[in-house]
């Protein structure tokens, strides 16, 4: 055993929690001492710098000074659930009781909320094999103290979206922000979760976020994922979703910022006629890394899935995307897309990209294709005739090479505050936008 995994083992073996998850950190301790640590020589991490993963680990710099940092999302009408380095923090929640839906933290669940915690935690994440689960998940199990339960009974449409806010600061070191969200939807209910990791640390903290997704039958649920990181930040996090029969699934994600960021999302269409629409932007600058793998498994037949996925890289630095559809055997008629567009700005950015189709049914549409360019020339020439600079002529088409996706997030308010947000990601200077509306 190597010196860095004894040193997260000791901790994660001293690390004090409820004594009813006990058994479910036992099991994802042992799943840590026996699991291949993040090497190059894995095909998963061949191309990122897991040097930085181990670095912040092992000796993790926090900052004593703060910065303030807005988390709020203008005119968005929402529960609001917010947690602080991992603690839950009542005062910045507004949480209002309703009828059919459990939104619990795992520190105040009541005996009941804790069997049916129990009967769905990890549950998402034993779906995955070997090659789609890593050791990052199964760390934050072994680290699980609070998480957040939400549950929507059967027949239940929770029209007010939940905000689960994420917020780290300069305390926060080493192993300690391990956020756990868990979702769990009942026959034909509906609900929107957002979730939005913010920081305000100068140093290298660390945040290892997992969220289960349980949809069931002909359940609706649309799910946005929002990293934005300051760029010492090292993030890895990870979603597993569970599709029932004709359940249905939007997610989003976006990655901005952070010194070293992995996201993965494995989605298990598990029921017959179930739908997944899974979206996500990625921008980088400076010396940023992103590594996003998206893997689709279709396990019953009558399926779709639409995966999408853009990146913006600028300056020095490096993305990479490992998106993967697996058609096992016995998903026949299944319906598959998968597209990876990718922009660079400067010569000193680089992109990794791998589309994968991995079919074993013979009854299947599926198509996949990856792209890598640059600004074009003539679309550039062509506004700067219109009297528009140069820079801005480049913010206006990076800004729409994302914004169609943009575009699909059907709620407004969360819509709005991330084309702005994402409007002035490559400049300082706010006038450059008003020719973006």
Known sequence: ????????VATATQWTSLPWLAPYREQSLARVKAGQ???????????????RLHAALATPTPSDTLTDKTDSIPALDAMRVVFVDGAF???ASTVAAMDGLTLVTFSEATADEQT??????????????????????????AMLSDGLFIQVDKNVQISRPI???????????????APRLLVVLGTHAEATVIEQFVNNAAGSAVVNAVAELVIGDNATLKHYRLGVDQHAMVHVGAVHVVLKNNANLKGFILALGSHFKRTDMVVHHTGQGSHG????????RGEEHSDL?????????HCFTDEVFRGILADKSKAIFNGRIHIHPQAQKTLANLSNKNLLLDQGAEIYTKPELEIYADDVRCAHGATVSQIQSDALYYLQTRGIGRKEAEIMLSYGFINELLNTI????????????LAVQFTRDSAILEHLG
């Not at 793998?293 to 037949?301: D, G, S």
């Open 163 to 177: 905000e689960v806010v994420y917020r780290t600061t300069g305390a926060a070191t080493g192993l300690n922000n």
């Open 1 to 8: 055993m190597s010196d860095l995994r004894e040193t997260v």
């Open 37 to 51: 640590w993040p090497e190059l020589r894995q095909e998963h991490w061949m191309h990122s710098p897991v040097r």
């Open 277 to 284: 629409d899974v979206t996500g932007l990625y921008l980088t």
């Open 89 to 91: 923090d009542a005062d």
């Open 116 to 141: 049916r915690i129990v009967t769905h935690l990890g549950s998402c994440l034993n779906q995955a094999d070997k090659r789609e689960r890593h050791i990052m998940a199964d760390l934050n199990g």
């Open 293 to 301: 793998n998206a893997c689709i498994e279709h396990r019953t037949p």
């Open 410 to 421: 059907s709620v407004a308010p969360l819509r709005a505050h991330l084309q702005s947000v």
